[in-house]
């Protein structure tokens, strides 16, 4: 299912920006009205990466909306930067009728907006590409055989049988080891922020995997073949998991695995190789789909593997499932809660129903998973979550060890000052 | 083929299997009634396990948590074919064994059998015996288990160790087929229904599937069609199309009152279901449309959709095959479906005690017991069972006796009349 698209995420934004909105502006890139050419996705990405130093500083929230325009709302502060950035999307464009046009009435390219001054004419815009949105789809019926073409299109090709029968041929002699990600899950305290790892989670990437082995092809298309080529990816991390020596391997780790990888005999074997040791340093990740597919086979890999030593975290809750996850007795250590903006701009009834299951569970046994905003740690700390995952945990982490090489270099540079007032005063005696 | 053997012709073929564990766990007997002294026999009855934990991985874990004890002195271990284990040992090891038997109870700690207790109280989980003492009750137990596992691998065969797996490969080739399938003769139907006070039957409609076993029979005789879980639930999705078309091409006139349909959750957003639902036009409410619980959780976001806009047509939905133990874990009516099938099995047999009772009745009220239906009822027992617990609706073979019974006795007064 998408998740939330671009135009809503704009209208809840610029909702929330309501008590903030002094100092900030707003720039409108009508790069819909681009020759048809000039508007491919790549080049619509390549412009909205002009924005992404800034984004990234958090000066300010890009929008790319369904029919190629950007958005870009900042604080005053990144004028300059801005300005830069439309330098080179301009010049990026230079060739297109639309920006001689835009020398001639200052218009067709981009339209300014102050945020304070204009709040009530973006808000209706934004409400208005959201509705224009919705009917779009609605329009077009459930699927008639345009919308579907252009769909696949975007989405790219369907896994079919034969894809899937490729990508398993290309997979056994393909190398892994370069497509392994580690995302950390993280403790987050105090005011600052601060971030410090628990464990991360080793996964072979998705995408990388499609790059490089069968790019094009939409791996997600169909459940069930995805799931089935899951399954052979656990094999191949417990293989390349057993190669690794244990120093390859720093603190714990967690590892997706499907209910029928642990039943299998791929498993006993990476288990008989581990050092017994380290298996309380395991934590195996199932699927809440796989639990609930056939709910025996979970209770039984569960009372195997933990006997083993290993800890087990249900992963792939959302917030609409996780009522159906009695953790307890499910005797899982952790389960995985999946983040939504609907989790706190989906109504107070969903909201409310969030936040008692969440105690249900125990808030210290949820890692919120896939946190992209500040908001999303906000209310997990605020709900005594201790655990989460996710773009902004990463951004956070760069931050701190920004921040701690920061200290490093002023410790270094008041150490080199003292020294040398030291000398100076010795030269002086 | 399932002729009776008799003892003779089984003990034959368990002494030409030179290598088979049957084999080899009499040749250790005749071993140990010349040197029963210090040594002890242990019998643990996995056959007896329900049906859906007789699994050969499961089994194979199980003999695995044996491993440190195997490796010792004078202990031996054999797995039967029919998932029995016997394990002799030295009786100094009681202490080891036991800690052994407590971490495979634990791994089927969701089945009866574990905690299940004979008419004398003893366990009928694991039987002991004090070889120097009990030898003779020992070699009677292990003879008959021995044959018993022989007999039940000659007279049913090894079940589809031969045939080939599905795999992406074969799958491909498949797929081409069932799209030009002609579901029409595969196409099987039975029939739920209502059970009154008065114990007088009343259709509430039949299911429409397609039978697995002939779909194989016919396109894949060779290949073992449901060795995998996720391709086979592949291939539904090409059954629904074929399921749907096959429909569209007849008169909704001709169609039985009531009907149910298995398809995927995809299937909805497809083309076929399009035309399939304009074909069903203002009739929606005649139809009831089952999922599968994989299907729903693996996207719940997909189901709500789909279940609203079905509702809200007038379909009816189904949520099929929930094990009983899914109670323990959760309630289906949070799905917000029309109906729930849960399987008759043994948790809801007539073993479970009578807070077991109590406290299933409980969670049927709570789903509300109007929406419930009891599936794979095979007896009268399941029935009156099921009526116990406040279900009025039921499925199975033995509902299809009834069915017949009630259509020929329809058929007799009218032919009265």
């Known amino acids: 299912m998408s998740s939330q698209n671009q135009e809503s995420l704009f209208l809840d934004y610029v909702r929330r920006l309501e008590l903030h909105r002094q100092g900030r502006e707003m720039v409108h890139f009508h790069l819909s009205k681009l020759r048809p050419f000039n508007r491919r996705e790549h080049h619509i990405r390549v412009a909205a990466d002009a924005f992404e130093g800034m984004v990234k500083e958090l000066q300010g929230q890009i929008f790319i909306l369904n029919n190629s325009d950007i958005i870009f709302i900042f604080k005053m502060e990144a004028m300059g930067e801005v300005e830069q950035a439309i330098e080179k999307i301009k010049f990026l464009f230079g060739d297109d009728p639309l920006l001689s046009e835009d020398e001639a009435d200052g218009h067709g390219f981009k339209t300014w907006f102050d945020v304070e001054n204009d709040y009530d004419q973006i808000v209706e815009m934004a409400r208005n590409l959201v509705d224009a949105e919705k009917n779009l789809k609605n329009d077009g019926g459930a699927r008639d055989a345009k919308s579907s073409l252009l769909a696949r299109q975007e989405e790219g090709e369907r896994l079919t049988p034969r894809t899937l029968d490729r990508l398993a041929e290309a997979l056994k002699a393909a190398d892994l080891t370069n497509m392994v990600r580690r995302q950390y899950v993280c403790a987050i305290e105090g005011a600052q922020m601060v971030p410090t790892p628990t464990f991360s989670e080793l996964f072979i990437s998705i995408s990388d995997l499609r790059e490089t082995l069968l790019p094009g092809v939409n791996l997600t298309s169909s459940p069930w073949l995805f799931q089935h080529l899951t399954e052979t990816l656990d094999r191949r991390v417990l293989s390349l998991l057993g190669k690794t020596e244990e120093r390859d391997i720093t603190g714990d780790i967690s590892i997706n695995m499907n209910v029928a990888t642990l039943l299998s005999s791929d498993f006993m074997k990476f288990d008989e190789n581990v050092i017994a040791a380290m298996r309380g340093n395991i934590v195996l990740e199932l699927q809440q789909l796989d639990v609930f597919g056939d709910l025996n086979a979970y209770l039984f890999a569960r009372e195997y593997v933990k006997d083993r030593g290993y800890r087990i975290c249900i992963d792939g809750v959302n917030h609409l499932t996780l009522p159906f996850i009695d953790r307890e007795r499910l005797e899982a250590d952790l389960i995985k809660l999946i983040w939504h903006p609907d989790i706190i701009h989906g109504g107070h009834d969903l909201t409310n129903k969030v936040k008692r299951q969440i105690m249900l569970t125990g808030a210290s046994k949820v890692i919120l998973s896939r946190c992209d905003s500040e908001e999303s740690i906000e209310f997990g700390r605020e709900n005594g979550i201790k655990l989460f995952q996710g773009r902004h945990v990463e951004n956070l982490i760069a931050e701190e060890n920004r921040r701690r090489n920061m200290r490093m270099l002023k410790k270094n540079a008041a150490r080199h000052e003292t020294e040398t007032k030291k000398l100076k005063s010795l030269t002086k005696r | ?417």
């Open chain 2, 1 to 417: 083929m399932a002729q009776k053997l008799i003892d003779s012709q089984v003990m034959r073929a368990i002494r030409s299997d030179t290598n088979g564990s049957e084999n080899k766990l009499l040749e250790n007997l005749q071993y140990l009634e010349k040197n029963p002294v210090g040594q002890c026999g242990v019998h643990i009855h996995l056959s007896q396990l329900q049906r859906t934990n007789k699994r050969a991985d499961y089994i194979r874990i199980a003999e695995r948590v044996f491993d440190p004890i195997k490796i010792a002195h004078n202990c031996e271990l054999f797995v039967l074919e029919n998932f029995d284990i016997i394990l002799t040992a030295p009786s100094t090891r009681i202490g080891d064994i036991d800690k052994i038997l407590a971490s495979v109870k634990s791994l089927f700690k969701a089945d009866p059998l574990v905690e299940r207790r004979d008419a004398t109280g003893e366990e009928s989980f694991v039987t002991w015996y004090d070889l120097e003492e009990d030898f003779e009750y020992f070699k009677e137990a292990v003879v008959s288990c021995a044959l018993s596992s022989k007999r039940q691998n000659l007279e049913f065969g090894a079940s589809g160790l031969e045939d080939d797996k599905l795999t992406p490969k074969n799958l491909d080739q498949l797929a081409r087929v069932f799209r030009k399938l002609d579901a029409r003769p595969l196409m099987r139907n039975q029939s739920a229904v209502q059970i009154g006070a008065n114990g007088q039957g009343q259709l509430l409609f039949r299911e429409f599937y397609v039978s697995i076993a002939d779909l194989r029979k016919k396109v894949a005789p060779e290949i073992d069609l449901l060795a995998d879980r996720w391709l086979f639930q592949y291939l539904t999705t090409i059954l629904d199309q074929r399921v749907l078309h096959m429909l569209r091409n007849q008169s909704m006139d001709d169609l039985p009152k009531n009907i149910s349909l298995n398809l995927n959750i995809q299937t909805i957003s497809t083309k076929d279901f399009q035309l399939f639902d304009q074909f069903v036009g203002d009739q929606a409410h005649r139809i009831i449309l089952e999922f599968q619980p994989v299907d729903i959780f693996s996207n719940i976001f997909a189901f709500v959709e789909v279940r609203d806009q079905l509702q809200s047509r007038g379909y009816k939905v189904l949520v099929d095959a929930l094990q009983p133990l899914v109670l323990d874990f959760f309630d289906p009516s949070m799905l917000e479906a029309d109906f729930y099938k849960i399987a008759w099995g043994d948790r809801l047999g007539g073993s479970a005690t009578p807070e077991g009772q109590n406290e299933m009745r409980e969670l049927i009220h709570s789903i509300g017991s109007t929406n419930v239906i009891i599936t794979h009822v095979d007896s009268e027992e399941a029935v009156r069972f099921g009526l116990l617990l406040g279900v009025q609706k039921f499925q199975g073979f033995f509902v299809d006796r009834l069915v017949e019974a009630m259509t020929t006795k329809a058929a007799q007064s009218l032919k009265g009349a």
